[in-house]
């Protein structure tokens, strides 16, 4: 079966520096790959998403992913971190239906 | 991409009531679909809603417990029934984009909480 591993369950960064969120999936094939962004009591947002091409994705707000077929990874990354991208960071593999991971909280510091 | 909209924003119900989530989106989509999400967990989909036919439900999920409607290509409904303190969750909708299930967008949610 499908599914979507976030190694980190909480990150923690300072306000500017880099910022690498993990995600790995298990698909037989390549998948459609997403990250949503859901701030405090807010529903989702789509930040970016994969589904064939360029393997380096641009998103909004500055994010960036890359697709790395050989490690089944979708990494979220941002070179640097704004107290406003604190929130819950979420991957998710669309096959026939949408698979969430468990979730990155990420909390910045000034 | 499609503005969504759902009622109540929350709610707080006791337990063996019901309580009927609405999402409103602002333009016509082929696919809606029900997600919960429990405290401090991920979402997991509840049942895809079919214009003018049952909802798709997922394993786990009944229609009994949760019966969906699905009027017309903007609406849906999503009744959360005979509740009890487990079903504290938020609920969201979304909506897949146009000729692409795949890419999906995401109301607000609906935070309920059972007493």
């Known amino acids: 079966a499908q599914s979507v591993t976030q190694p980190d369950i909480h990150i923690t960064v300072s306000e500017g520096a880099s910022l690498e969120l993990r995600c790995n999936y298990s698909?037989?094939?390549?998948?459609?790959l997403f990250w949503y962004v859901q701030s405090p009591g807010q529903g989702l947002q789509l930040l970016l998403k994969y589904f064939s091409g360029d393997t380096l994705v641009q998103g909004i707000k500055g994010f960036e992913a890359e697709f790395k077929r050989s490690q089944s990874s979708f990494n979220l990354r941002k070179p640097s971190v704004h107290w406003s991208d604190a929130a819950e960071y979420f991957c998710a593999v669309n096959t026939d239906k949408l698979i969430f991971g468990t979730g990155t909280r990420l909390q910045v510091f000034p | 991409s499609a503005v969504i909209s759902q009622k109540p924003s929350r709610d707080i119900c006791q337990r063996g009531t019901s309580l009927t989530i609405q999402c409103q989106v602002d333009?016509?989509?082929?696919?809606m679909f029900w997600y919960r999400q429990q405290p401090g967990q991920s979402l997991t989909l509840i049942a895809t809603a079919n214009q003018g036919s049952e909802a798709t439900y997922e394993s786990g999920f009944v229609i009994d417990k949760f019966p969906i409607s699905r009027p017309n290509l903007t609406f849906s409904t999503l009744t959360v029934s005979n509740m009890s303190p487990e079903d504290s969750s938020i609920y969201l909708c979304s909506v897949g984009k146009a000729g692409l299930s795949y890419e999906q967008y995401f109301g607000p949610g609906t935070r309920l909480t059972v007493t």
């Open positions: 698909y037989g094939a390549t998948p459609y």
């Open positions: 333009s016509q989509v082929t696919m």
